[in-house]
């Protein structure tokens, strides 16, 4: 389906009145405005459905092949966009962010092995890193992350008389981005009416909006994002970013049809988006469905994975229309907080549990907490944990039988991991 974009746009004119006819100061209400983002851009600049073709074929005839590369990094700038103090994330939430981020799209995340046995020869390292720019586009050092304040609410779903959205642009109270060819520009403010985030598919958005919104919230695992369960694992950017990579939604465009798909090959057709976290296996479409792939709507805790076909997918749209995310602008020297080999390392055992679980842990930082949660997002215990290393003993034998969420963070760094309770 090359012309998957511009269905977004004749949908929403003809049949899918619901996101054209909302406020035209805000997006539709739903977690991911991806799909409402694309809707309004087309209607405010039709230029944009030209563009956004001429990128579709552009990927579709293009390698999907590394070329030769093994791990391409991707050079970051955050733009932390607050009206309050506690809309100012801290810099150890962004790195946990990162951490996150490099993590699945490696396939090093903790919780991939609890992918379904029929999905887990379909699991994809995407190699694709990401870290903190280290040098701004005048070719000044950076800590990849930028903070202006701003005096407006909610300022992710705004825009301005012009039509032009407020966070994206400095005198309209948010922040320019930094060049869009070279970098990737997340933007994190207050977006508000259960929004969690969205992201700019190539070609859908001037190079001014390019990029990925996300509530901070729902931004990594420490800070303010640690209390927002069952979003609290930084898998809104993880999501958010697929989508700036071009890859879909895994049920298409129509939520109500098994006609549409994500226009990948090995995600089974899926009618909708699955909630919470269902019990597999799910029947969809006569196919098991893959719910817990990144590109759904599951919570954080049950998401594991992107498939081979997804990688395909996104390395076309690397080696075409962002081929300059490629060009090396660099790290920031406090880039190291980010990478997974940096961060606590956790070890639960045994798994399943009975009546006792040992967690070893090492590399925490000061200021430790151990929480347990189950799927459903309930906490079931939180206890303090200490620096270093060590090994500490945990009664859960008033967990009743199912699979569990353990988190440790700290000020700088988190670590998150499933185990079964018997």
């Given at each position: 389906?090359?012309?998957?974009?511009?269905?977004?746009?004749?949908?929403?004119?003809?049949s899918?009145?619901?996101?054209?006819?909302?406020?035209?100061?805000?997006?539709?209400?739903s977690?991911?405005?991806?799909?409402?983002?694309?809707?309004?851009n087309?209607?405010?600049i039709?230029?944009?459905?030209?563009?956004?073709?001429?990128?579709?074929?552009?990927?579709?005839?293009?390698?999907t092949?590394?070329?030769?590369?093994?791990v391409?990094?991707?050079?970051?700038?955050?733009?932390?966009?607050?009206?309050?103090?506690l809309?100012?994330?801290?810099?150890?939430?962004?790195?946990?962010?990162?951490?996150?981020?490099?993590?699945?799209?490696?396939?090093?995340?903790?919780?991939?092995?609890?992918?379904?046995?029929?999905?887990?020869?379909?699991?994809?390292?995407?190699?694709?890193?990401?870290?903190?720019?280290?040098?701004?586009?005048?070719?000044?050092?950076?800590?990849?992350?930028v903070?202006?304040?701003?005096?407006?609410n909610?300022?992710?779903q705004?825009?301005?008389?012009?039509?032009?959205?407020?966070i994206?642009?400095t005198?309209?109270?948010?922040?320019?981005?930094?060049?869009?060819?070279h970098?990737?520009?997340?933007?994190?403010?207050?977006?508000?009416?259960?929004?969690?985030?969205f992201?700019?598919?190539p070609?859908?958005?001037?190079?001014?909006?390019?990029?990925?919104?996300?509530d901070?919230?729902?931004?990594?695992?420490?800070?303010?994002?640690?209390?927002?369960?069952?979003?609290?694992?930084?898998r809104t950017?993880?999501?958010?970013?697929?989508?700036?990579?071009?890859?879909?939604?895994?049920?298409?465009?129509?939520?109500?049809s098994?006609?549409?798909?994500?226009?990948?090959?090995?995600t089974?057709?899926?009618?909708?988006?699955?909630?919470?976290?269902?019990?597999?296996?799910?029947?969809?479409?006569?196919?098991?469905?893959?719910f817990?792939n990144?590109?759904?709507?599951?919570?954080?805790?049950c998401?594991t994975?992107f498939?081979a076909?997804q990688?395909?997918?996104?390395?076309?749209?690397?080696?075409?229309?962002?081929?300059?995310?490629?060009?090396?602008?660099?790290?920031?020297?406090?880039?190291?907080?980010?990478?997974?080999?940096?961060?606590?390392?956790?070890?639960?055992?045994?798994?399943?549990?009975?009546?006792?679980?040992t967690?070893?842990?090492?590399?925490?930082?000061?200021g430790?907490?151990?929480?347990?949660?189950?799927?459903?997002?309930?906490?079931?215990?939180?206890?303090?944990?200490?620096?270093?290393?060590k090994?500490?003993?945990?009664?859960?034998?008033?967990?009743?039988?199912?699979?569990?969420?353990l988190?440790?963070?700290?000020?700088?760094?988190?670590?998150?991991?499933?185990?079964?309770?018997?």
């Open positions: 389906m090359n012309n998957c974009a511009l269905r977004f746009y004749w949908s929403c004119c003809f899918g009145m619901l996101f054209c006819l909302g406020s035209a100061d805000t997006l539709a209400q977690p991911c405005q991806a799909d409402a983002l694309v809707q309004r087309f209607k405010r039709p230029e944009l459905m030209t563009l956004r073709q001429d990128y579709l074929d552009r990927m579709a005839n293009t390698p092949q590394a070329q030769g590369r093994t391409v990094s991707i050079s970051v700038v955050v733009h932390v966009v607050y009206k309050s103090n809309e100012n994330i801290s810099d150890s939430q962004i790195f946990s962010q990162l951490e996150v981020l490099n993590a699945d799209y490696r396939l090093l995340n903790e919780n991939a092995s609890a992918t379904p046995t029929l999905f887990t020869p379909l699991a994809a390292d995407m190699e694709v890193e990401f870290c903190l720019a280290g040098t701004d586009p005048d070719g000044n050092p950076t800590s990849g992350i903070r202006r304040e701003t005096p407006w909610n300022i992710g705004l825009t301005a008389p012009d039509g032009r959205p407020r994206h642009y005198e309209l109270g948010g922040n320019d981005a930094w060049s869009p060819e970098y990737l520009n997340i933007w994190v403010c207050s977006i508000g009416g259960g929004i969690l985030g992201g700019a598919y070609g859908t958005a001037p190079p001014a909006e390019d990029g990925v919104v996300i901070p919230r729902y931004f990594g695992t420490t800070g303010l994002a640690a209390f927002n369960v069952p979003h609290h694992l930084g950017a993880t999501h958010e970013i697929g989508h700036y990579f071009n890859l879909f939604h895994i049920w298409g465009e129509d939520e109500f098994c006609n549409d798909d994500d226009d990948v090959e090995d089974p057709t899926q009618r909708g988006p699955y909630l919470g976290c269902p019990v597999f296996p799910q029947l969809s479409c006569g196919n098991s469905a893959m817990m990144f590109m759904d709507y599951t919570n954080d805790a998401m994975l498939t076909g990688k395909v997918r996104l390395w076309a749209t690397l080696n075409s229309v962002r081929a300059g995310l490629m060009d090396g602008v660099g790290c920031s020297t406090t880039a190291a907080h980010s990478l997974p080999s940096q961060g606590a390392k956790l070890h639960i055992s045994p798994n399943p549990a009975g009546e006792m679980l967690v070893e842990i090492e590399n925490l930082r000061p430790g907490m151990l929480r347990i949660f189950d799927l459903t997002g309930k906490l079931w215990l939180a206890t303090p944990v200490g620096p270093g290393s090994a500490k003993q945990i009664d859960v034998s008033g967990l009743p039988a199912g699979v569990f969420q988190q440790i963070f700290s000020e700088t760094n988190s670590r998150f991991g499933l185990f079964g309770k018997i």
